[in-house]
């Protein structure tokens, strides 16, 4: 398996809580950084995530917010780097499929322009506001 010494260094991985996301954050703590968990303000999972983080022997601290909307993105990555100290990596990992279930193409008129918002506002404007929050920092 391949090592990195991420010792002394920060990151803060959003959508942290779960998934790719978690996956992520434990591999970055294993390696000695300490890790932002990102997560929705009201996501049980996210507690939870830093608890086993901290537990595993990692250093985890929360960052509760949505990447999806313009300010919440912009004070949780300002919150993040004030509570690190600093911010050496970010991995823009937050994202939605909108819906619960499969929309296939032929049904692809169930794609509403309220869903298409949704997945725009998340998926590709979460990232660009993280990135330039992080930046202006």
């Known amino acids: 398996m391949i090592r990195y010494d991420l010792t002394g260094k ?3 991985v959003t959508g942290g809580a779960s ?7 434990k591999m970055l703590a294993g390696f000695g950084a300490t890790v932002a968990v990102n997560f929705l303000n009201d996501d049980s999972r996210g507690p939870e995530a830093v608890d086993k983080l901290i537990a595993a022997g ?4 929360m960052a509760p917010g949505s990447v999806s909307d313009a300010k919440d993105a ?3 990555v300002e919150q993040a780097v004030a509570d690190l ?4 990596l970010l991995v823009n990992n937050a994202g939605t499929p909108g819906t ?13 322009e309220e869903l298409w918002s949704v997945l725009l506002e998340t998926n590709l404007l979460g990232v660009f506001r993280c990135a330039k ?3 202006r920092r």
């Open 10 to 12: 920060t990151a803060l």
């Open 19 to 25: 998934g790719i996301g978690f996956a992520t954050a």
């Open 58 to 61: 990692g250093k985890a601290i």
């Open 74 to 76: 912009v004070r949780m």
């Open 85 to 88: 100290g600093r911010l050496d």
């Open 100 to 112: 619960r279930h499969r929309i296939a193409p032929p049904d692809l008129d169930l794609i509403t």
């Open 133 to 135: 929050a992080r930046l």
